[in-house]
Every structure is written in structure tokens, then in C-alpha cells.
């Protein structure tokens, strides 16, 4: 079965920054707008920032200004860079298409953001 592969995640301080990166499938990746997700301990699975094909993208309203999505054609990835990094932030980074495709998600990977 063809999933996402989310690698980056570790333990920051507050203000701190990580850069998440995802492998995707070249199919998925060349036919789909991608996005990244989270889940927090206790809430639902969110949307985060999304980018379409030809790189247009958009955020929660709780990360704009401080995440950027970007996508790289050649190797099939999508990266999350986020700075000015807050506790609200912990949780389990995800990314798969945009609109999701139920089976491709992966086994995301931990952010936690803590002093």
C-alpha cells in the first residue's frame, strides 16, 4: 500500500523552528494538491497549510505568518518549514493530498514544543 513518509519532528523550545519534509508517491505527488495535517493529544486531525500544483498555498488562520509550505517537483516532496514555534503547536504531523485520500496517510511525525 503507497503512503506518505513524514520525517523532521523532534523536541523544540518555544520560538524555536523544525523543518518537516514527506516523501510522496510520484503518482500522488503529480496528480494531487498536497497538504500537511496535525493532531494534537485529544483533538481532531487538522488542516494546516495546503499548496496546489502550480504552488499556490494557504494556512490556519494559527499558523500564518510563522509555517511555510513548500513542494519540490523533482524529488516528489512537500516541506513544512516552521519558526516562532509555540507549545499550542505539539502534536503529530501528517501530510497527505488535499482533498485526503483515506489511504494514504502515514505514521506522521512528533512535534513537541516545550522548554
Known amino acids: 500500500q503507497v503512503q506518505a513518509v513524514e520525517s523532521g519532528g523532534g523536541l523544540v523550545q518555544p520560538g524555536g523552528s523544525l523543518r518537516l519534509s514527506c516523501s510522496n508517491s510520484d503518482a500522488i505527488f503529480t496528480f494531487w494538491d498536497m497538504a500537511w495535517y496535525r493532531q494534537a493529544p485529544g483533538k481532531q486531525r487538522e488542516l494546516v497549510a495546503t499548496?496546489?500544483?502550480?504552488?499556490?498555498?494557504n494556512y490556519a488562520n494559527s499558523v500564518k505568518g510563522r509555517f511555510t509550505i513548500s513542494r519540490d517537483s523533482a524529488k516528489s516532496t512537500v516541506d513544512l518549514q516552521m519558526n516562532s514555534l509555540e507549545p499550542e503547536d505539539t502534536a503529530v504531523y501528517y501530510c497527505?493530498?488535499?482533498?485526503?485520500?483515506?489511504?494514504?496517510w502515514g505514521r506522521g511525525t512528533q512535534v513537541t514544543v516545550a522548554s
Open positions: 497527505n493530498a488535499n482533498p485526503i485520500l483515506s489511504n494514504y
Open positions: 499548496v496546489t500544483r502550480d504552488g499556490h498555498t
